[in-house]
């Protein structure tokens, strides 16, 4: 965490996807899936985030009580690629430092399942990212959850929007459940301590 970040700062958890049942087992909603897990650990239900474009949910992570690190789940409503502005919005709503937004995105170069935490660098292409990034700095924390390459001579746009594979549906529920594990790992004890457990 940066040094100039208060412990006490509320953390602004997101989910990249798009909204609409047609996308919601897409690979490029893999984001919204984290997300919605870590939603049924807190025990809570999304809801409209004032003039932002999101659902948001409020909650704590780690610790039993008043410890608990003080978390801001959400999901753009406003599609992948126009994700920055919501995002925006509710930084500046809940007073977020940068350092403490975390976005969980799919990642292209990654093998499938496979998880890489790291704090800003570049978007790879990535809509959501570039929208955030535009839109406040890259100086957040990335969870990229990995879905491989398109087979053959698929196009990336229609690999990240169809939905993943009976085989890959398979071990699905397993990698978000890890994903999760890494958010919470990440928020509760610090991006090196994520890093070293959840890096494979």
């Keep these: 965490m940066d040094v100039t970040t208060p412990a006490s700062a509320p953390w602004l958890i997101v989910g ?3 909204p609409g049942p047609e996308y ?3 690979r490029h909603n893999v984001g919204f899936m984290v997300v919605d897990l870590l939603a049924e650990r807190i025990g809570g239900k999304f809801k409209r985030a004032g003039k932002a474009q999101a659902q948001v949910l409020e909650g704590r992570i780690g610790p039993v009580g008043p410890d608990g690190r003080r978390v801001i789940l959400a999901k753009p ?3 992948m690629n126009l994700s920055g502005g919501p995002v925006n919005a509710l930084r500046d709503f809940y007073k977020v430092p940068v350092a403490n ?3 969980v995105h799919d990642e292209l170069d990654i093998d499938y399942g496979t998880l890489r935490l790291k704090l800003g660098g570049g978007d790879n292409g990535h809509n959501g990212l570039k929208s955030m990034t535009k839109a406040m700095s890259a100086d957040y924390h990335r969870v990229r959850f990995g879905i491989g390459r398109p087979p053959g001579r698929m196009q990336v746009a229609d690999f990240v929007l169809k939905d993943f594979s009976s085989t890959e549906r398979k071990e699905l529920d397993y990698f978000v459940d890890r994903a999760a594990d890494s958010v919470e790992c990440l928020v509760t004890e610090g991006l090196e ?3 070293s457990a959840y890096n494979s």
């Design 16 to 18: 990249l996807g798009n």
């Design 24 to 26: 919601s087992m897409n």
């Design 77 to 79: 409503m406003s599609y």
């Design 101 to 103: 937004v975390v976005a």
């Design 193 to 195: 301590r994520a890093q």
